[in-house]
């Protein structure tokens, strides 16, 4: 497994803990989601010749043209997700590294994560059972159809930036289900949280933010 030669000193305690403060001042309060960066060990999500670096705040190359996402943004999106209330199912587009998932993952009952790049997702699934990380189901598939056979969700988040808001994800929500994405062209994109309603939906824009883009098709 990748990272398993790794030195003590690249994932010692103080660093993990001065990447906690980072995004302390950035602006993460919820407890649960600063606790749960603090013990997943980001070095095992990343190629082992960047391993001394998975525990800086920014994005990594994982391959295939896909990074894995800075730990203040995976922070940030679960923070968003986890204040819409109690998540039961929660459908992740785009599993990549699977380091967002298993962020996830100890504070959902279940996770439903697509990957349309097998080799990504086969790694992932390494890492996962590595981890006895148990509650996730993967899905080797195109994720921006979703899982309707699975919804409705009481979350979904996406880790990779469709161009709009993508209604077969929102019409797989619950009644006041969130979505958490980014969205936009690879020049601006804005992560934004929408909210199912009766009618629709509402959606509101948080940030600036740069992902891949989401694709189509499987790999």
């Known amino acids: 497994m990748s990272g398993a030669g790794i ?36 070095h095992l999500f990343v190629d082992e010749a960047l391993a001394s670096r998975a525990y800086e705040d920014t994005a990594l190359p994982i391959g295939k043209g896909q990074t894995i ?5 995976v922070a940030r999106m679960t923070e968003v997700l986890l204040a819409a209330g109690p998540l039961e199912n929660v459908l992740e ?28 997702l086969d790694q992932a699934r390494r890492r996962f059972q590595a981890l006895k990380i148990r509650n996730v189901i993967t899905k080797h598939t195109d994720g921006g159809i979703g899982l309707p056979e ?20 929102v ?3 619950r009644p006041g289900g969130c979505l958490v994405l980014p969205i936009g062209g690879r020049q601006q994109q804005a ?7 009766a009618g629709g939906y509402e959606h509101e824009m948080l940030e600036r933010v740069s992902f891949v883009p989401l694709l189509g098709g499987v790999l």
């Open 69 to 73: 996402s800075q730990p203040y943004i």
């Open 150 to 169: 699975y919804a409705p969700f009481d979350g979904i988040i996406v880790t990779a930036a469709p161009e709009g808001i993508p209604l077969a994800l």
């Open 191 to 197: 992560l934004v949280r929408v909210v199912r309603t």
């Open 7 to 42: 030195g003590i000193g690249m994932t010692s305690q103080r660093t993990r803990e001065r990447l906690i403060q980072r995004l302390r001042e950035e602006g993460i309060r919820d407890a649960r989601v600063l606790d749960r960066i603090r013990s997943t060990p980001r």
């Open 93 to 120: 587009v785009g599993t990549g590294s699977g380091y967002q998932t298993a962020v996830l993952a100890p504070m959902v009952r279940r996770i439903y994560t697509v990957e349309r790049i097998k080799l990504l």
């Open 171 to 173: 019409e797989q929500l």
